[in-house]
């Protein structure tokens, strides 16, 4: 049974900072592709961040330079760090992985950024 778990959200005043955690189960974690989404009350699901099995990343253009998104392979973690926190960054965060014929989503950790 595969399972990814999110964890690490909560509220955060303007400026601040967390690290948004994902663990893996259930999938040979090194093979797939690893991405942060999120989704805003009234708006569709956005990309935030994405790595690939070999660690190149991509990042929206709304998170550059503040979010970092990396990978432990050894734990099937991955990570999002997030820094000048931004009363728009609020949503709920959700990571998937992306493997040659599977997606998989987890089930998403709310973060509220207050002003």
């Known amino acids: 049974q595969v399972q990814l778990v999110e964890s690490g959200g909560g509220l955060v005043q303007a400026g601040g900072s967390l690290r948004l955690t994902c663990a893996a189960s259930?999938?040979?974690?090194?093979?797939?592709?690893m991405g942060w989404y999120r989704q805003a009350p009234g708006k569709q699901r956005e990309l935030v961040a994405t790595?690939?099995?070999?660690?190149?990343?991509n990042y929206a253009n709304s998170v550059k330079g503040r979010f970092t998104i990396s990978r432990d392979n050894a734990e099937s973690t991955v990570y999002l760090q997030m820094s000048n926190l931004k009363p728009e960054d609020t949503a709920v965060y959700y990571c998937d992985a992306v493997g040659q014929a599977n997606v998989y989503w987890g089930q998403g950790t709310q973060v509220t950024v207050s002003s």
């Open positions: 790595i690939t099995s070999g660690g190149s990343t």
């Open positions: 259930g999938i040979i974690f090194r093979l797939y592709r």
